[in-house]
């Protein structure tokens, strides 16, 4: 990995992880202080006023409950799943393709680095930012909740729920590295990744909305985020992150191996 490649990386990037990373933030303050274990029946009445797809869709139809269970499904059934979404999309066009596109990576590649270490750096740093958005999140939400109430967050299951999150926004990020590698042009990297993950993003929603539709959640990887499973704490969890992992792995190492042949006219 190259270190001042990756700093720069922080530097310009910067604004955008501190941005997203507030967002998530935000919310899981919000959603924290909008809890009280004894109006929850208030809250469920609230929900009713609003159409049933709608609730559904947002992932608020099992919203009650522990403060474990509302906060996952407060947060995890909507939130969580579209801001490192749009974060992905941006991030991953702006490491490789508008380098390219804008003459850095010709600049970088007449250095004394190899092609493999100047785009591993950008996985690196790329998987690692994502790390930071969704994990910064996941500190608040604990210290919040043990500080106003202690012992009642079932802390490894959450976590687990958060791998597994991860592990998923992983995996779509090494799509958009990939597409980030394989077309030189930022614009239409863009356009691909934000196409196919935002295509991800609403088959998901649309597969909450009835059970006619559920058989579309087969067609994403969101649907292995599976709130109420993973927080039984049964292996589920467990073998979807590493599973997701091990994808997510493969499709970075491919979008690896593609650039170091890619033909780059310097």
């Known amino acids: 990995m190259i270190k001042s490649l990756f700093l720069f990386n922080l530097r310009e990037n910067k604004i955008l992880i501190i941005a997203f990373s507030l967002i998530g933030t935000l919310y899981a303050t919000v959603s924290i202080g909008m809890y009280d274990p004894s109006s929850a029946e208030a809250l469920e009445a609230m929900l009713e006023l609003l ?10 139809d099992q919203i009650g409950g522990d403060i474990t269970h509302y906060v996952s499904n407060y947060l995890y059934g909507f939130i969580m799943l579209l ?19 804008q003459g850095s990576m010709t600049y970088l590649l007449t250095m004394p680095y190899t092609r493999k270490k100047i785009v591993i750096t950008q996985a690196v740093f790329f998987a690692l930012s994502l790390f930071v958005v969704i994990f910064f999140n996941v500190l608040v939400i604990i210290v919040m909740a043990e500080s106003m109430f202690p012992n009642d967050l079932q802390i490894w299951n959450f976590v687990m729920l958060n791998l597994v999150t991860y592990a998923v926004h992983l995996t779509l990020a090494g799509l958009t590295f990939l597409f980030s590698v394989l077309f030189s042009d930022a614009s239409k990297s863009l356009g691909l990744s934000g196409g196919f993950l935002i295509a991800f993003f609403i088959i998901n929603m649309l597969s909450s909305i009835s059970d006619k539709t559920e058989f579309l959640k087969y067609l994403t990887p969101f649907t292995l985020i599976d709130i109420e499973y993973i927080l039984e704490g049964g292996s589920h ?30």
Request: proline share 3%.
């Open 83 to 101: 801001f490192p979404v749009i974060f992905s999309i941006m991030m991953g066009t702006k490491l490789v393709s508008k380098y390219v596109d």
């Open 237 to 266: 969890g467990v073998l979807s992150f590493i599973v997701l992992i091990l994808t997510a792995i493969a499709v970075f190492v491919l979008s690896i191996e593609i650039f170091h042949k890619k033909s780059i006219i310097i």
């Open 51 to 60: 159409p049933e797809a709608m609730i559904r869709m947002m992932g608020f």
